[in-house]
């Protein structure tokens, strides 16, 4: 077991940088970012590639160069988070529609309705943890004070699922139901039920600023041959870009979505498009 390290001092973290072989032209402002961005943050995350493991940076690689990358990644999540909201409200709409006009309002609440009983269980320990949480919210309030036995009605329930509970409400339908709600997307259940999973996990990477540059994803969507065959991976996060273009309609939003993609890159110009999985044909598999 190694004993854990020292922490270090911002004019200690740049003379290490420094003794690692990072090119520091500007300690001053190394300084002023290092005080706004943690170094296990910063350094640990965008210094993948950009020398060996324990090693020193390959020679030419500066300071600037990382910043690019940060920056990149920080624009390129909000952009992406964006999109991703699209589709969750989206999401929330269809499911909800669904649901409440085959099973009732309060259908949630019947094991019947759903693939596994267990499964189902925890999710109502899940949505009663949700309910607690928001319970000062008016339109929770109203229903728990002005209806029988303050039951929150799924079409407003829904409201306070995070993604992930959406993912996993869905997941836990019958087959048919499943099949059904794809349907209006025009795409087969087993390949919604991934995409669904995989954007609800890159949304919380989204979410918690997390790194998507250079990023292996550990929920992965299941593509299609097409995708696939174009050099399309499932464990980068251009795979999880195409599925959301199978799931958005084809509209401006999406179109400027994918130009604002390539003005980022114009501006960053170190940023590798591969390591995130980008083909050289990126903007026409994006583009309909």
């Given amino acids: 077991m190694e004993k854990q390290q020292e922490p270090l001092g911002v004019a200690e973290q740049i003379g290490n940088l420094k003794a690692l072989n990072l090119i520091i032209a500007d300690e001053d402002y190394a300084a002023q970012f290092l005080n706004d961005v943690s170094y296990f943050r910063f350094i640990k995350a965008y210094s993948l590639g950009l020398k060996p493991k324990n090693g020193c940076y390959y020679d030419g690689v500066t300071f600037e160069q ?25 999401l929330r709409c269809r499911l909800s529609n669904y649901f409440s006009v085959k099973y009732g309002i309060l259908g949630y609440k019947d094991s019947a309705n759903f693939a596994d009983a267990v499964y189902h269980s925890a999710f109502l320990a899940d949505i009663e943890a949700e309910i607690s949480r928001n319970r000062r919210a008016p339109f929770i309030k109203n229903f728990q004070s002005n209806y029988e036995d303050g039951g929150i009605p799924f079409y407003a329930l829904v409201e306070v699922f995070s993604f992930g509970t959406l993912s996993k409400f869905f997941k836990n339908l019958n087959n048919p139901d499943k099949k059904a709600i794809a349907a209006t997307y025009g795409i087969g259940y087993p390949y919604f039920e991934s995409w669904i999973e995989s954007i609800a996990y890159v949304r919380n990477l989204c979410a918690h600023y997390g790194r998507l540059y250079n990023a292996k994803l550990t929920k992965t969507p299941r593509l299609y041959k097409q995708d696939a065959s174009q050099g399309v991976s499932s464990i980068r996060v251009f795979g999880t870009l195409v599925c959301m273009k199978h799931l958005l309609p084809a509209d401006h939003h999406w179109q400027d979505f994918v130009d604002q993609i390539e003005l980022l890159f114009e501006k960053y110009p170190h940023v590798q498009k591969g390591t995130m999985g980008f083909p050289e044909n990126w903007k026409d598999i994006l583009c309909y």
């Fill in 66 to 90: 990382l910043v690019e990358l940060y920056l990149f990644n920080a624009n390129f999540r909000q952009m992406l988070f964006a999109q991703i909201e699209r589709i969750e409200v989206n």
